[in-house]
């Protein structure tokens, strides 16, 4: 499966709109996904593996996904939050300029070239912003 960046985008920003310094799949359901789609499990399981969320407890149950016997998804009610490096990812990803390009020329790219990109892509946009 390949990253969906807007679905990627769109699942950040519902962490940052929590009211609370964590949400949780119950939270995501009322926003409307789908849990136990593949698309969204994916897409979590990217976010964790790059330290993107995490359990806000950081215990064992990692995002709260297990798999039944016949592979169906099973949530287990964690709190997840967004990462130092997850606001910098969605600050980034906010960035008008920076989406536009991350859009048109790295729309099917890992989530480290994302992350790396973005990043260098804001940091020039920003010297640009102050003259330097």
Known sequence: MQIDIDYLKKLLISFED???????????????????????????????????????????????????????PNWR??????????????ESLKNKEVWNKLQSD????????LLDVSKKLLVKYLEKKIGL
């Not at 994916?42 to 592979?71: C, P, W, Y």
């Not at 997840?80 to 490096?85: C, D, E, M, V």
């Not at 790295?106 to 070239?113: D, Q």
């Open 18 to 72: 929590s009211n609370r310094a964590f949400t949780n799949i119950l939270e995501f359901q009322e926003k409307g996904y789908d849990i136990d789609t593949e698309m969204f499990i994916f897409h979590m399981q990217i976010l964790s593996d790059k330290g993107i969320i995490a359990n806000e407890l950081d215990v064992d149950f990692g995002i709260g996904l297990s798999r039944t016997g016949g592979g169906n």
């Open 106 to 113: 790295f729309k099917n790219t890992g989530i480290t070239t």
């Open 77 to 90: 009610i964690v709190n997840l939050r967004l990462t130092a490096s997850g606001h910098d990812f969605i």
